[in-house]
């Protein structure tokens, strides 16, 4: 669907066109249109929209402004370039709220600041008076904080925030010392802190489809040592195995295997995760789970192998993998068909002659 004239002007940060179109516009600014502006960290267009009516802490698709410009990527983040940090700045100062939630995860400004580890966003959140509590604290690294505040209520170990996650989730998730080491030494301190004060390392928060756990985060911010502690602790190795794979990390696999996770019995979405992998594409993730000794031969919920899923997808090389790790052509999911039968009914024809000369 082409984007509106408002949106249109937004994105090719056409200020005249902007102002033009507001100066005619008799209907409510949409949080659409803030979020824009402020997710591409244009000040100007903002300075417009907040001119013009629109609300600075509007929600669209669980984005506020402020949390649109902060983490420019669902999952992966941003870059406080001046430009941007400028434009944040502004909002802080002209009502935009940092204690509201937004996202994703859903939290607060400042520990999605944290989630992508850019400290000049921190500071700005900070001087503009972002509350400090044991989960900001815990996802900035602020160990000496989160001792006084469970010294005078231990049972804030295991709390959650308001947008559900909980202190180990926010310390887990935190990319801050991502390039300062002693921010990292003190993520892991947290982590054994609150684990030691009853915090559960396998805590799980619904995201938008599904519910995810602590190992989610800490191995998609990158903390391995703080992964290693909480395996320690008794987070469960196996479940964590589908962030792993997804992330392509070998380093945080072979931590899990070592701690004595089993990848047959890793599930993502309740199906076996080398089958989801390769149901999705996710070819080279595949492969480091063969490289670890992955069973391709592991049905899911309708009998599917990660054959059968790559018959499916028509990829030859990952048929061909799947084969020399073991993977059996002649299987029958529930239905009956083998993987050459789901190649001739999704008319993958180079796929059935690869089945074929296989007889």
């Not at 295997?257 to 990848?263: I, P, Q, S, V």
Request: hydrophobic residues 45%.
């Amino acid at each position: 669907m082409p984007p509106t004239p408002l949106l249109g002007a937004i994105a090719s940060r056409d200020l005249a066109r902007l102002k033009a179109i507001l100066a005619k516009l008799r209907d409510p600014i949409p949080a659409r249109a803030i979020g824009a502006a402020a997710g591409n960290g244009w000040k100007a267009g903002v300075v417009a929209l907040a001119s013009a009516g629109a609300d600075l802490n509007a929600l669209y698709r669980n984005y506020r402004p402020l949390h649109a410009l902060i983490q420019e990527k669902p999952h992966v983040g941003g870059s406080s370039t001046p430009e941007r940090l400028a434009c944040l700045e502004w909002m802080l100062a002209h009502g935009a709220d940092p204690e509201q939630l937004g996202a994703w995860p859903l939290a607060r400004a400042l520990v999605i600041a944290a989630f992508i580890g850019e400290p000049a966003y921190v500071r700005a959140l900070v001087d503009a008076g972002a509350g400090r509590d044991i989960f900001t604290a815990a996802a900035l690294g602020d160990v000496a904080l989160v001792k006084t505040l469970l010294k005078k209520d231990r049972a804030l170990a295991p709390a959650r925030d308001q947008g559900l996650l909980t202190t180990l989730q926010c310390c887990g998730g935190s990319r801050m010392g991502a390039t300062d080491k002693t921010i990292a030494a003190a993520l892991v301190e947290i982590a054994r802190v609150l684990a030691d004060a009853g915090a559960d390392p396998n805590a799980r928060t619904k995201s938008w489809a599904h519910h995810v756990a602590v190992s989610y985060f800490v191995i998609r911010s990158g903390q391995i040592e703080t992964l290693k502690l909480l395996l320690d602790r008794g987070m469960d190795a196996t479940a964590a195995v589908g962030t792993a794979a997804w992330e392509n990390r070998e380093d945080m696999l072979d931590v899990l295997l070592a701690h004595g996770a089993e990848l047959n019995r890793a599930k993502d979405n309740a199906r076996p995760v080398l089958s989801e992998l390769v149901r999705w594409g996710q070819f080279t993730n595949a492969r480091l789970l063969l490289r670890k000794g992955a069973d391709p031969n592991i049905p899911d919920d309708k009998g599917w192998t990660a054959l059968h899923q790559a018959a499916s997808r028509g990829n030859i090389q990952m048929i061909e993998d799947l084969i020399a790790a073991g993977a059996d052509p002649t299987r029958r999911a529930k239905d009956g068909d083998t993987p050459g039968d789901v190649a001739l009914i999704k008319n993958k024809r180079a796929v059935v002659s690869v089945f074929t000369r296989r007889r």
